[in-house]
């Protein structure tokens, strides 16, 4: 299921956050979204997720597949989460709800949208649990007793485990260390891939793009100032901002392979 | 790549092994035929490449049946109750709440005389081999009088804490929505309808209603929700606000999902403590409005109408206003007791024995 944007632009109480943003994921395609702390991406993804805060005012259009996200009712969002779209998000030690073990937080999206009896969902779960490389060991687990990187995991399978046609990955690996960032990308690209899904991806860091994407666009302050192949725009960065993010790439891959 | 197996122990190895199972599973074609029966999946109307291949995990590594659900309901209240049991106050508010119970149901069937048998011969006694509490002013028996009384307050105290949550719980689903209209009208209306006494509602009760137990349930609940609701809502807001109730809408739970599912259980603390000090405090409200005669109605045993009737004399037959005043003071710090310690048992960030006993 493709992503459409059109014209986005998002503002809250007057200030303008995303301006005039067009964007476009093909089927199974996996794109990128780059830019820097506060230049609007998160709130790109929110948009396409339907999930603005009340005060924010968005115009344009936002299609995932056939359905106008902006201006649909709660009903029609809520049955498109989680079940057609879904979500990994930065922080995976706050975004798993800190009462739920390990598997009845992957069970949700199957219990909010599949009438699934509790066996066959726990079987799904746990398939689902193997899958992102968790043992059986892990199922009863709380969140806070999980590393950062097995925290993403659960997050990556919750947010995989109904088999949504679209993920959106909002810094799913900014909270976590170069290595394990490295682990959670492909796991998460090798899963999209599977799935035939595709991937909105978004960060601020070329270097975790690069593996993950084909081809991306890159915001700067609410506007969208480039876009191209990932790795065209890696090696000849058509813009200072692209130009600015990938340099900040390459000086920290630089510094990580001196030590 | 060989870093990879340095970090979080043995998963990197582990994520390359599991590839070739997920990975390297025939496509499209031949999951068509293993495909699980997926009732709802099936609905979607979209090719499930993805969830055929859960089928080599249900292969290779048949799921331990009731492994990862083995702490259901009935285990987790045993060892709450049993870590409740463990520390000295907290026995003493499960032996006193269950000795309510037991007396509330016993009273049911059998009190050691009938509640309307009186002795005029012998009103005001003290304790005696045949009245183990002595006679009250008609000669009626105190202790038979009490143990009617305890299922009537039992009663009492269940409907307060249940209007009370559910009031509460309303309100705080009002001052948490997003929608910052609501949230805002709801907070001022909290804010000034708490500084209204719970007497003097249940005074205005009292008008239509007349002296009843309704008076006191509803007065209480309304009261009590109202300070649940106040003190329950920074909590509250912090958990609507969090990422993981923005990860749960994301995942497509609605706003009732995300109260009952997600803000709820992360602000249970909170209200287990606030739910038992009501349930104190409205065995103390009852008595009060029983006293001033609004309360449950003459006839109806209470421990606070057994309070009413024999406290005018209390400079000279002290011993009939001690036990309902001893009973109502043991019961509520019971429950007030029992709250703090419930909180503590039921928590499982202060109680490592519901976490399971894997960890790291």
Same mark, same amino acid.
Do not use: F, K, N
């Given at each position: 299921m493709g992503v459409d944007m059109q014209g986005l632009s998002v503002s809250i109480g007057g200030t303008a956050i995303v301006h005039d943003v067009d964007l476009h994921?093909?089927?199974?395609?996996?794109?990128?979204?780059?830019?820097?702390?506060?230049?609007g991406k998160s709130m790109i993804a929110k948009a396409a997720l339907g999930l603005l805060p009340l005060d924010a005012r968005a115009q344009g259009a936002v299609r995932l597949g056939d359905t106008q996200v902006i201006g649909a009712d709660e009903r029609t969002l809520a049955d498109l989460r989680g079940r057609y779209v879904g979500a990994v998000f930065q922080n995976p030690g706050s975004s798993l709800n800190p009462v739920l073990r390990v598997i009845d937080q992957i069970e949700?999206?199957?219990?909010?949208?599949?009438?699934?009896?509790?066996?066959?969902?726990?079987?799904?779960?746990?398939?689902?649990l193997h899958k992102v490389g968790l043992d059986d060991a892990l199922a009863r687990a709380?969140?806070?007793?999980?590393?950062?990187?097995?925290?993403?995991?659960?997050?990556?399978?919750?947010?995989?485990?109904?088999?949504?046609?679209?993920?959106?990955?909002?810094?799913?690996?900014?909270?976590?260390?170069?290595?394990?960032q490295r682990q959670i990308v492909d796991l998460l690209v090798s899963l999209v891939d599977d799935a035939g899904a595709a991937m909105l991806f978004i960060t601020h860091d070329f270097a975790v793009l690069s593996r993950a994407t084909t081809r991306c666009y890159v915001l700067d302050c609410g506007t969208m100032v480039d876009s191209g192949r990932t790795a065209d725009l890696l090696r000849h960065p058509g813009t200072p901002q692209t130009a600015a993010l990938v340099e900040a790439a390459r000086e920290l891959t630089l510094r990580k392979e001196e030590r | 790549m060989a870093n990879d197996d340095i970090v979080n122990g043995g998963i990197a190895d582990d994520d390359r092994t599991?590839?070739?199972?997920?990975?390297?599973?025939? &496509?499209?074609?031949?999951?068509?035929? &293993?495909r699980p029966r997926w009732r709802g999946l099936s609905r979607s109307g979209w090719g499930w490449s993805h969830a055929a291949q859960s089928e080599p995990a249900s292969d290779n590594a048949p799921i331990p049946s009731g492994h990862p659900r083995s702490l259901r309901p009935l285990r987790r209240i045993a060892i709450i109750l049993r870590s409740m049991w463990r520390h000295g106050e907290g026995r003493f508010a499960l032996i006193v709440l269950a000795c309510w119970l037991i007396v509330a149901l016993v009273s049911l069937v059998w009190t050691p005389y009938p509640l309307l048998v009186t002795d005029g011969y012998h009103v005001w006694n003290g304790p005696s081999a045949q009245h183990w509490l002595g006679t009250d002013g008609t000669g009626a028996d105190v202790l038979s009088w009490l143990m009617a009384g305890s299922r009537t307050n039992l009663l009492i105290v269940i409907a307060v804490v249940a209007v009370t949550a559910a009031f509460g719980l309303l309100l705080v689903a009002a001052m948490v929505s997003r929608r910052s209209a609501l949230a805002s009208v709801s907070v001022v209306a909290v804010d000034a309808l708490i500084s209204v006494p719970t007497v003097l509602i249940a005074l205005i009760l009292a008008v239509p209603l007349g002296a009843s137990i309704m008076v006191v349930v509803l007065a209480c609940g309304f009261g009590y929700g109202l300070n649940l609701a106040r003190v329950a809502r920074p909590q509250a807001m912090l958990a609507a606000r969090s990422a993981y109730v923005e990860s749960a809408r994301a995942n497509g739970a609605g706003g009732w999902r995300v109260l009952v599912g997600h803000i709820v259980p992360n602000i249970m603390p909170v209200l287990l403590v606030q739910l038992s000090l009501s349930a104190g405090t409205a065995v103390l409200a009852e008595s009060g409005l029983t006293y001033l005669g609004i309360g449950v109605p003459s006839g109806v045993p209470s421990w606070g109408h057994s309070l009413a009737t024999s406290v005018k004399f209390i400079n000279v037959f002290p011993l009939t206003v001690l036990w309902p005043g001893l009973l109502v003071t043991v019961v509520v710090v019971a429950l007030n007791i029992f709250g703090d310690v419930l909180r503590d048992a039921a928590d499982p960030l202060t109680n490592p024995e519901l976490r399971g006993d894997h960890g790291r």
């Open positions: 994921i093909d089927d199974g395609e996996r794109v990128g979204l780059v830019g820097a702390s506060g230049s949700l999206p199957l219990r909010l949208h599949y009438d699934l009896s509790a066996g066959e969902r726990r079987e799904r779960a746990m398939a689902m709380w969140p806070h007793q999980l590393s950062g990187g097995q925290q993403q995991r659960v997050g990556i399978a919750t947010a995989l485990v109904t088999s949504p046609r679209c993920i959106i990955a909002d810094e799913p690996t900014t909270a976590l260390d170069s290595i394990t | 599991s590839r070739p199972r997920t990975q390297g599973l025939p &496509s499209d074609g031949d999951s068509a035929a &293993s």
